[in-house]
């Protein structure tokens, strides 16, 4: 289908707010996130920030119940940009739809920390949040992991790793193979927010460091063994059709489906990357975190 009309002029409005990704210097992408338009935050019952072991975090309460499933929830951004600002919008609708809390990290952001500097803080407040769940108002043996593209990455990590019990996943246009090679990246790979040079600019900031490379497990989960992705738990995972990691996203969920693991998998037809968190500008961008939602109250309400 042809790009969604809104998504089209969203587009076409945001070409003209910046430079490209790739002509940025880190701290220029970092202010042009950070000046995007926000929403009038959503009003919920809690929001506190807290230390998750180490790990700035942001913790969303619905309500002021005990025993609530929890969400941990890493932020999109290439693993150079974003913080909790940047996802507090997504965070807040996460919590009030689904019922559910919604604990939101602050990892560490390369180039100044580069891998594993991030995944660590991702597994570190993983087991935080597991450990001290009942603190929080929240039920251990209730807990999800989440995120959006570099976020989706850490959390299809997380999860292969085994690092905690988990009950639930979410992944919307996760990067899960770092090699950028799938087809998607030449139909979708310019002109769609998201380019190919972006995504390069993105894997070369974050394996700046030299301590990973693109065919290591941690990086491209895709290419994790057969053993740590049947261990997966429920996942649902969120495509989007004008998106460079459109069909490493269907893979994963293939491969996942494959090895036994329940698995449900929307591709947003007419959307591109990023649209998950554009929920002020896309009425997809809203249907699709309600989406999440209600597949995490599902998950966490049994």
Request: overall charge negative; proline content about 8%; charged content about 20%.
């Amino acid at each position: 289908m042809p790009l969604h009309p809104q998504a089209d002029r969203l587009i076409a409005a945001m070409a003209v707010f910046g430079k490209p990704i790739p002509e940025c210097t880190v701290e220029e992408a970092r202010a042009q996130r950070a000046a995007r338009p926000r929403p009038d935050p959503e009003a919920v019952h809690e929001v506190r920030e807290l230390d998750a072991g180490g790990v700035p975090a942001r913790l969303y309460r619905p309500s002021p119940s005990d025993g609530l499933g929890l969400l941990v929830y890493f932020h999109g951004g290439g693993w150079v940009i974003g913080d909790l600002e940047s996802h507090d919008n997504v965070c807040r609708a996460l919590a009030n739809r689904s019922g559910h809390a919604v604990l939101s990290i602050d990892y560490r952001l390369a180039p100044e920390h580069p891998f594993p500097a991030g995944l660590g803080d991702a597994i570190n407040a993983t087991r935080w949040a597991h450990a001290n769940a009942a603190d929080l108002g929240c039920d251990p043996d209730r807990l999800a992991i989440g995120g959006d593209s570099a976020g989706g990455n850490f959390s299809a990590v997380v999860a292969n790793l085994g690092a905690v019990p988990l009950r639930f996943q979410v992944l919307v246009y996760p990067v899960t193979d770092a090699r950028c090679s799938s087809p998607s990246y030449s139909t979708n790979g310019e002109g769609y927010f998201l380019t190919r040079a972006s995504m390069d600019w993105f894997v070369e900031h974050y394996l700046s460091g030299g301590s990973g490379a693109i065919d290591d497990p941690r990086v491209s989960p895709l290419l994790a063994d057969d053993a740590a992705l049947r261990a997966n738990p429920p996942t649902l995972v969120i495509t989007a059709e004008f998106d460079p990691l459109r069909d490493e996203g269907d893979q994963y969920a293939a491969r996942l489906a494959a090895l036994g693991v329940p698995v449900s998998h929307v591709r947003f037809g007419g959307m591109f990357h990023g649209f998950f968190s554009l929920g002020e500008f896309l009425d997809d961008g809203r249907t699709a975190v309600a989406l999440a939602a209600e597949a995490l109250k599902i998950a966490l309400d049994r």
